[in-house]
């Protein structure tokens, strides 16, 4: 496996993201999202007038968080339904077999398709999120405290669900591994917001339940870092009960602990993928 062969496939899927209909689809979403944001933004700031009192701040902080969220799912609907037909369209059509016929190892064409995903899951989080950014700077005259690390952990976030995604379209149809990918994202931040319930209840069952989750599927724990990078720091000692429990506001950022179990995750899964890949008839 060449590192050329990797960049060759990884250009040519990235190519071929740019030309699907999806990215149309992803690219409406975004501007209605942001469009929306901005008159949202407005009225917080003709409401408060400024953000000057901590009030202002915390609503910011929260409602930035919130439209974060949004892009975060759009990310994850756009990679995850792309992820399928990467793989598994392109092997149910026969394209697979007609480039694996060459001297071309199995595991560098997945490696190169997953890392022209990344590019394409990355560039689209960059690109929404600061918008999104410059709108509340704009409208309001927030900017937050770690806007890269921010907008990092939401690439991140993408890129986790995206490997899941090529993992599970190396076994199932395109239409199948995007719906339970998706799924999957989904109740995993669901149940992260029941954990969060339950540590603000001293509950340690219910609040294991949000920890379990976070380490099967990173992608919440991801969020939750990032929003912590979108918030005011100097509101953790003024509204510290808000805090509790709350979906759109985290009292903590990410571990380094975590971000390395974050890499171990997605280079597993990718080795699987790898290992199913490999398996699979053509």
């Known amino acids: 496996m060449t590192v050329r062969t990797v960049l060759t496939i990884a250009g040519l899927t990235l190519k071929e993201a740019a030309r699907r209909k999806v990215l149309r689809s992803l690219a409406a979403l975004t501007v209605v999202l942001l469009s ?20 202002a701040r915390l609503t ?21 339904f792309l992820a399928g037909p990467t793989m ?17 190892r199995r595991s560098a064409v997945l490696l190169g398709k997953w890392l022209g995903l990344v ?9 929404a999120g600061l918008a999104q950014l410059l709108i509340v700077r ?22 986790v669900l995206l490997t899941l995604g090529l993992l599970l379209s190396t076994a199932i149809s395109p239409m199948a591994s995007g719906i339970v990918a998706v799924g999957l994202f989904g109740s995993t931040w669901i149940a992260g917001v029941v954990g969060g319930v339950g540590t603000a209840l001293d509950n340690d069952s219910v609040a294991r339940v949000g920890t379990i989750s976070r380490m099967l ?12 990078s979108f918030q005011d ?7 510290s009960e808000a805090f509790k429990g709350h979906p759109f506001l985290s009292s903590s950022g990410l571990t380094p602990a975590y971000a390395g179990w974050a890499v171990v995750w ?17």
Do not use: K
């Open 60 to 80: 910011a902080s929260l409602v930035l968080n919130l439209v974060m969220f949004g892009l975060s799912l759009i990310a994850a609907l756009g990679t995850a």
């Open 217 to 228: 599927l990173p992608t919440d724990g991801l969020w939750r870092g990032a929003m912590n």
């Open 138 to 159: 704009i409208t309001t005259g927030y900017w937050p405290p770690n806007p890269v690390a921010g907008l990092a952990l939401l690439a991140a976030q993408a890129a």
């Open 119 to 127: 590019a394409f899951g990355s560039g689209f989080v960059a690109v």
């Open 266 to 282: 997605v280079a597993l899964v990718l080795g699987l993928a790898a290992v199913s890949f490999q398996r699979r008839d053509l």
């Open 233 to 239: 720091p100097t509101l953790l000692t003024q509204f």
């Open 88 to 104: 598994s369209g392109e092997t149910e059509s026969g394209i697979a077999l007609a480039v694996l016929a060459r001297p071309v």
């Open 36 to 55: 929306l944001s901005a008159w949202g933004f407005s009225r917080i700031d003709a409401e408060f007038g400024g953000m000057t009192s901590g009030e």
